[in-house]
């Protein structure tokens, strides 16, 4: 590992944003999170494969993978980050580097002509090349590639430098931001500003959620300037540095982000979610409190509330049939990051009971708000092993799981329904109407028939009734003729079978 990316991994990890590393001695600050994974246990993500979730969702930029095809393979549109309009970044590019190629050392010259090809066939806003295990073990200078391409073919090449052995997904996410602050934000300026400028960092637009979000921006004249990274253009995220406002959805994976924006640009940042109707509300009157501090008029604060009394009720009306059928249930919740409060205050609003979170991938801000929200911290936990889920769905008495998709088959095993609102969802929960389809697919999967069937004895586990199993046999066989008489076999099934050899006791005969 080069010596400029040990001390980017330090200096990310001695994060003053981060309340968990804020609360530590000065020594265990700088060293604490800087644990290295061991080789061949993924933990759920390397680093490189976070920085391909954090930025791939830039609609309009071409991802190059220098590495062997594996790599992007792995890595390539595991999320279903939507996209209203470019499909660049849905290409799965890769060097391809081969054994020869390393052997030979013609790892550069190939990325090289790599990013020209590229550039020809698909004129992407930008290309960014991603460095993985094998590029950074034979020493492969991505950054002096991608400023040579840049020069010659005057498209902006951006070397993201995470090599997967360095960490975790969450340090790749970290990483990935990092390349964006130095070499993508501040690159180019906006036609025109507003005090209606904010930069929405965090939110990955899975299967289309911020577009439930933009329109609510829309009626109060708020323009997304700078996005990291749903539905994101290459010109947004170089334009970030002149929003007025950061809000902050993921800050596990971007705070580091959000603060060096305040740092240097002066751009306040919040942290806020747009799972629930209360937490959409505080979200949006927590942007218009900022930009009115910032120096947009007073009246925004006015149309704010307006804007949020007509949707809450609106949203309250739609959830109103469902309450009934989802009151009183008993939810376990297994996700991570902002959801672990946020989905938690959403279902609370409809009466549901939260028998325990997940409190994966959550910062301490995130553990303070479950305690606010359900009392105590009883009801959170770490990761939980699927034979301990099965136990707690069992003794807990939970109706319904709320998790990703591996956790589906736990749910099934304890006949206990599932709702995916992790990120490989195919349905949007967002703002307040986003409320509504998730209530809608709990009370889907609650009240479907089905378990009712599951749930009780199967057919051969039931008791044999008293009487005829089968009916008495009636009329002629269609094949022999012969009339059946109830009580008796008829005379030609009656004669012994005649042997044909010797043996009475010839198996092969019998």
């Known amino acids: 590992m080069s010596d400029a990316l040990t001390n980017r991994i330090a200096q990310v990890f001695n994060e003053p944003g981060c309340a968990t590393n804020t609360a530590k001695s000065e020594v265990s600050r700088k060293t604490g999170c800087t644990k290295q994974l061991t080789p061949g246990a993924a933990a759920g993500g390397c680093a490189f494969d976070g920085a391909m979730i954090a930025l791939q969702p830039i609609v309009d930029v071409a991802h190059l993978v220098h590495a062997p095809l594996a790599c992007a393979g792995n890595g390539w549109d595991n999320r279903s980050a939507a996209s209203s309009g470019a499909e660049t970044y849905r290409l799965g590019l890769t060097t391809d580097l081969t054994e020869l190629d390393i052997v030979m050392g013609q790892g550069e010259k190939k990325l090289f002509r790599a990013i020209?090809?590229?550039?020809?066939?698909?004129?992407?806003?930008a290309v960014f090349v991603y460095a993985t295990c094998v590029s950074a073990l034979i020493g492969d200078d991505i950054g002096a590639v991608c400023k040579a391409a840049s020069a010659k073919w005057g498209t902006p090449c951006i070397p993201v430098d995470v090599p997967g052995f360095v960490g975790s997904k969450n340090l790749g996410n970290k990483l990935g931001a990092e390349a964006l602050f130095d070499h993508v934000i501040g690159t180019l300026e906006p036609e025109t500003t507003t005090p209606y400028d904010i930069n929405i960092i965090g939110d990955f637009n899975?299967?289309?959620?911020?577009?439930?979000?933009?329109?609510?921006?829309?009626?109060?004249?708020?323009?997304?300037?700078?996005?990291?990274?749903?539905?994101?253009?290459?010109?947004?995220?170089?334009?970030?540095?002149?929003?007025?406002?950061?809000?902050?959805?993921?800050?596990?994976?971007?705070?580091?982000?959000?603060?060096?924006?305040?740092?240097?640009?002066?751009?306040?940042?919040?942290?806020?979610?747009?799972?629930?109707?209360?937490?959409?509300?505080?979200?949006?009157?927590?942007?218009?409190?900022?930009?009115?501090?910032?120096?947009?008029?007073?009246?925004?604060?006015?149309?704010?509330?307006?804007?949020?009394?007509?949707?809450?009720?609106?949203?309250?009306?739609?959830?109103?049939?469902?309450?009934?059928?989802?009151?009183?249930?008993?939810?376990?919740?297994?996700?991570?990051?902002?959801?672990?409060?946020?989905?938690?205050s959403a279902l609370m609003e409809l009466g549901m009971e939260v028998v325990g979170t997940s409190m994966r991938k959550a910062t301490e801000n995130d553990r303070e708000r479950v305690v606010q929200i359900m009392g105590d911290d009883s009801h959170m936990y770490e990761n939980m092993a699927p034979r301990e889920m099965y136990t707690m769905l069992r003794d807990a008495g939970a109706d319904v799981l709320l998790s990703g998709g591996r956790s589906?088959?736990?749910?099934?095993?304890?006949?206990?329904?599932?709702?995916?609102?992790?990120?490989?969802?195919?349905?949007?929960?967002?703002?307040?109407?986003?409320?509504?389809?998730?209530?809608?697919?709990?009370?889907?999967?609650?009240?479907?028939?089905?378990?009712?069937d599951l749930r009780s004895p199967a057919p051969w586990d039931a008791p044999l009734?008293?009487?005829?199993?089968?009916?008495?046999?009636?009329?002629?066989?269609?094949?022999t003729h012969i009339a059946a008489h109830p009580g008796q076999l008829p005379a030609a099934l009656a004669r012994p079978l005649a042997v044909a050899s010797g043996s009475a006791t010839d198996f092969e005969d019998c």
């Not at 020209?116 to 806003?125: F, Q």
């Not at 959801?339 to 938690?344: A, D, E, M, N, Y």
């Not at 349905?427 to 109407?433: R, T, W």
Request: net charge neutral.
């Open 116 to 125: 020209h090809e590229v550039i020809e066939a698909h004129h992407p806003a």
């Open 206 to 344: 899975l299967s289309g959620e911020l577009w439930q979000v933009k329109p609510l921006l829309d009626r109060l004249g708020i323009r997304i300037l700078g996005s990291v990274s749903g539905d994101a253009r290459y010109r947004q995220v170089a334009m970030a540095h002149r929003a007025r406002v950061t809000m902050l959805v993921c800050s596990k994976a971007f705070v580091t982000l959000a603060r060096k924006l305040e740092e240097r640009w002066g751009i306040p940042y919040f942290e806020g979610s747009f799972y629930g109707i209360s937490d959409t509300s505080d979200a949006l009157r927590r942007i218009c409190g900022l930009l009115i501090e910032r120096g947009a008029p007073a009246e925004l604060a006015l149309r704010c509330e307006a804007l949020i009394a007509e949707e809450e009720a609106r949203a309250r009306a739609a959830l109103e049939p469902y309450r009934p059928r989802v009151e009183g249930r008993r939810v376990l919740l297994y996700t991570g990051g902002h959801k672990s409060w946020s989905v938690v």
């Open 408 to 452: 589906q088959f736990v749910a099934l095993k304890a006949l206990v329904p599932w709702v995916d609102v992790n990120q490989e969802k195919h349905e949007a929960y967002a703002g307040y109407m986003g409320m509504v389809d998730l209530v809608r697919a709990i009370d889907l999967a609650l009240n479907n028939p089905m378990w009712a």
């Open 465 to 479: 009734a008293t009487g005829a199993v089968l009916p008495a046999p009636q009329g002629a066989c269609p094949i």
